[in-house]
């Protein structure tokens, strides 16, 4: 199973992202691939509030395309919504302290790595931040 981040997915959209083209290939080749694509509520939600950023982007996503988007995502035979396990949250808080974070930075990471880790799924990112965490599988399409 792909846990896909929301980097990757918000370079597959952004066509002025140097990564633009590879973001595009990998996240095409996913939805029309045989493997389950889980997707997780954070980075759903990334995608559409840094999608929308004026801050982020210099042309932003509506809130109409980034609905689409995510709605073409959920309509594909690959995809399913993944939820979280009854110790979802202690595993979260455990991620985040074995990582020895001080700070807020990680907190998103460590949820998409407790998903990832509770079913046996691969997060396929741009952000090396994941390798810090015991356990998570990453793979980093963008650099093959």
């Known amino acids: ?21 590879a973001a595009r290939a990998w996240w095409e080749a996913c939805l029309s691939g045989s493997e389950t694509i889980g997707l997780v509520h954070p980075v759903i939600f990334a995608f ?7 801050r982020v982007f210099e042309r932003p996503m509506t809130l109409t395309e980034v609905s689409e988007h995510v709605r073409s995502w959920l309509d594909r035979s690959v995809t399913r919504v993944l939820q979280p396990q009854h110790d979802h949250t202690a595993r979260v808080l455990d991620l985040l302290r074995e990582a020895q974070t001080a700070g807020p930075n990680l907190v998103t990471d460590a949820q998409i790595a407790a998903f990832a880790i509770a079913h046996k799924a691969t997060i396929h990112t741009a952000d090396r931040d994941f390798m810090r965490f015991r356990g998570v599988e990453c793979r980093f399409p963008l650099e093959a």
């Open 1 to 21: 199973m792909i846990v896909p981040d929301a980097n990757l997915l918000l370079y597959a959209y952004d066509r002025g992202s140097p990564f633009h083209d």
């Open 48 to 54: 559409v509030r840094i999608g929308m950023s004026r």
